[in-house]
């Protein structure tokens, strides 16, 4: 029975670790993609899609906002 409640823990202990590992990764691609993205109209750079929004919103309110898929290629 002890074998048994063994191999349990190991398996969870590794289903942890493997999701550990897979949400490090994603949020390192989105602080990479995040460095891409510029205002087309003034060509600053936001340090993330939510500033370029408030940005547009608050200095250029006439033009278009950006997806965010466009920054994302
Ligand atoms: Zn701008």
């Known amino acids: 029975m ?6 349990e823990q190991a398996r969870q202990k ?3 670790e493997a999701a550990k590992r897979k949400g490090g990764v994603s ?6 993609a995040g460095l891409q993205i510029k205002c087309a109209t003034c060509m ?3 340090a993330n899609y939510k500033l370029l929004v408030q ?3 608050a200095k250029h ?5 950006p997806t ?3 920054f994302s290629a």
Not at 2 to 7: L, N, T, V, Y
Not at 61 to 65: A, L, R, T, V
């Open 27 to 32: 949020q390192l691609g989105a602080r990479q």
């Open 2 to 7: 002890a074998r048994g409640a063994q191999k």
């Open 14 to 16: 590794a289903q942890k």
């Open 61 to 65: 309110p006439k033009d278009k906002i």
């Open 55 to 57: 940005h547009m919103e």
């Open 44 to 46: 600053s750079q936001m």
């Open 68 to 70: 965010e898929e466009s």
